[in-house]
């Protein structure tokens, strides 16, 4: 098609998306393409700013290493990946409270397989001492034995063991086997909320918007098993300020958690644990599906300095 107005190109790129073969990709790329132009009609974007987005996710692509993955970063502050992932769970749209949240950029796989009730503390780490038991059940209420949980978290200094190297490899990073009657348990040390790196476009688009950085304190879990649908979840620490305000639009009610506080040493479950020290409980719910694991985000450690942490302050 000789190109004439601004209608003719949109048309001309849809007729040619209509001969992919693949019905799903051709699905995918005509509505990517409406939407698309369609954002540059109702946007009146210049060609400055055309450039400039196309600079933007340039660097998004650049920025992206074996440590650090800026483009899940961006697509989590933009409210996408909690999205894709609300539409596609068991009641996301009604919100009913699916049990599925976001993979986040900081999930490595290969974390070392661990015993029940072991610690997934690698290296000294400061932090109140948490024990978790979690179990997984089927939409009927019916125990999953057998799955493999992947877990892990951020230092309650704020680094993802694969940010700091001076933390262990594998640091806050575990691997566990459901029992019979669902369940898992180990020990680690109470989470933080942290600040997501600010240094690349991430940063930008927060700063332009006069948001905070911050992400309230949670655990990760990955729940694996043939035949089910793999789930990646948070467990949020109800007492945390930022839940209202999560950089990466990942809270949901279901998943907000009471990371309960005791007082006295003597009831703690192992005897170097001294007061105070934190429980927590909490059950999955997995449903049958595709058991494929998605490529990890990220793949190795980073080496160096520890990296500074910055807080954007969240304007009123």
């Not at 040619?16 to 009146?44: C, N, S």
């Not at 680094?159 to 086997?177: H, I, K, S, T």
């Not at 990942?250 to 006295?264: I, K, Q, S």
Request: proline share 8%.
């Amino acid at each position: 098609m000789i190109i004439a107005t601004p209608d003719d190109v949109t048309a001309a790129v849809l007729a040619e998306a209509a001969r992919t073969p693949d019905a799903r990709t051709r699905e995918i790329l005509a509505a990517g393409i409406a939407h698309l132009h369609a954002f540059v009609r109702d946007a009146r974007l210049t060609e400055n700013e055309f450039r400039h987005l196309c600079g933007v996710i340039a660097r998004l692509g650049q920025m992206t290493s074996a440590s650090h993955n800026e483009v899940m970063l961006a697509a989590g502050s933009l409210g996408v990946s909690s999205l894709v992932c609300l539409l596609n769970n068991r009641g996301g749209s009604a919100g009913e409270g699916t049990t599925a949240n976001l993979m986040g950029p900081f999930w490595r796989a290969g974390a070392p397989i661990t015993e029940q009730g072991g610690s997934i503390v690698r290296s000294p780490t400061p932090g109140e001492p948490l024990f978790v038991t979690a179990w997984v059940r089927d939409p009927q209420g019916r125990p999953v034995a057998d799955a493999e949980v992947d877990v892990w978290h951020a230092s309650p200094e704020g680094f993802y063991e694969n940010q700091d190297p001076q933390q262990a490899d594998m640091n806050l990073r575990g691997r566990f086997v459901t029992d019979a009657d669902g369940s898992i348990a180990f020990r680690s040390v109470k989470p933080a909320g942290y600040p997501v790196p600010v240094d690349g476009p991430v940063g930008d688009l927060l700063r332009a918007q006069g948001r905070h950085n911050m992400r309230p304190a949670h655990l990760h879990f990955l729940i694996h098993k043939p035949g089910w649908k793999a789930q990646f979840s948070q467990v949020y620490s109800g007492d945390d300020p930022h839940l209202e305000t999560d950089s990466q639009f990942g809270v949901t009610r279901a998943l907000v958690a009471h990371y309960e506080r005791h007082d006295d040493a003597r009831d703690a479950p192992a005897s170097d644990v001294g007061a105070p020290w934190f429980s927590l409980q909490r059950t999955f719910v997995i449903e049958p599906g595709d058991a494929a694991l998605p490529k990890p985000p990220i793949s190795g450690k980073s080496t160096g300095e520890r990296p500074a942490l910055a807080v954007l302050q969240r304007r009123p």
